[in-house]
């Protein structure tokens, strides 16, 4: 079975809003990843978080992760069109030497113009 | 660099037919991978590799061999394929972070 849950499993929102997606996970991770899956395309990596930070920037991206809960949320600020797009959560477990990515179901993200 | 190529990006198999999905990188990473993806669904793992001569098993291994003779070659190859084995095929490479993805290979198994 998959490690990851995200919620919610679709989402359309107004350009220039701003998009959150969340992520629960089962296990204990060493880090937790988020992509981007243009329709038709590969995956895009994001932003990866290791399981002793809390928050994380990139440009517009910021992630939080709450280890106590197994959860992660992405917030997407000022959203374009350009962003429409399937967002996944991954994580690669606390497992020695394991280097599995698990992916969970994703969000798909609509922005209206 | 080129990066992840995977080789062909579309084919279509009769059933019991066998073929290998090719998989290479360029980056010297360590780590990879194969995924399938059906619609509307998440990646799983079939399997993947921490390096040279080194495979495991992912979530859905069954049907699929892999073997990494090299660290940049990481083919996938259908022992005899079924209908349930039509989807997008995804191969990554990683150096132990963020991972790379090929373009992916779309299979139909008729």
């Known amino acids: 079975s998959q490690q990851g849950e995200e919620d919610p499993q679709a989402l359309s929102i107004q350009e220039g809003e701003n998009a959150t997606m969340n992520c629960s996970y089962k296990t204990s991770i060493n880090n937790l990843q988020w992509y981007r899956q243009n329709s038709g395309r590969g995956l895009v990596h994001l932003i990866l978080i290791r399981s002793n930070e809390r928050e994380k920037h990139s440009g517009r991206l910021r992630v939080t992760l709450d280890t106590s809960k197994k959860s992660s949320s992405l917030l997407i600020t000022a959203s374009r069109a350009a962003d429409t797009a399937s967002y996944f959560c991954?994580?690669?477990?606390?497992?020695?030497?394991?280097?599995?990515?698990?992916f969970g179901q994703g969000t798909r993200l609509t922005i209206n113009p | 660099n080129a990066g992840v190529t995977q080789t062909p990006k579309f084919q279509v198999l009769k059933t019991g037919q066998s073929m290998t999905l090719q998989c290479a990188q360029d980056?010297?990473?360590?780590?990879m991978s194969w995924y399938r993806q059906d619609p509307g669904m998440g990646l799983r793992l079939i399997h993947y590799?921490?390096?040279?001569?080194?495979?495991d098993q992912g979530e859905v291994p069954n049907g699929y061999n892999v073997s990494r003779s090299t660290t940049e070659d990481f083919p996938l190859r259908l022992l005899s394929a079924a209908p349930s084995q039509t989807s997008v095929y995804f191969c990554?490479?990683?150096?132990?972070?963020?991972?790379?993805f090929g373009s992916g290979t779309r299979l139909t198994v008729v």
């Open positions: 991954a994580t690669v477990p606390l497992i020695q030497g394991a280097q599995k990515l698990v």
């Open positions: 980056m010297n990473h360590e780590y």
């Open positions: 590799s921490v390096g040279a001569g080194i495979t």
């Open positions: 990554a490479s990683s150096l132990g972070g963020g991972y790379t």
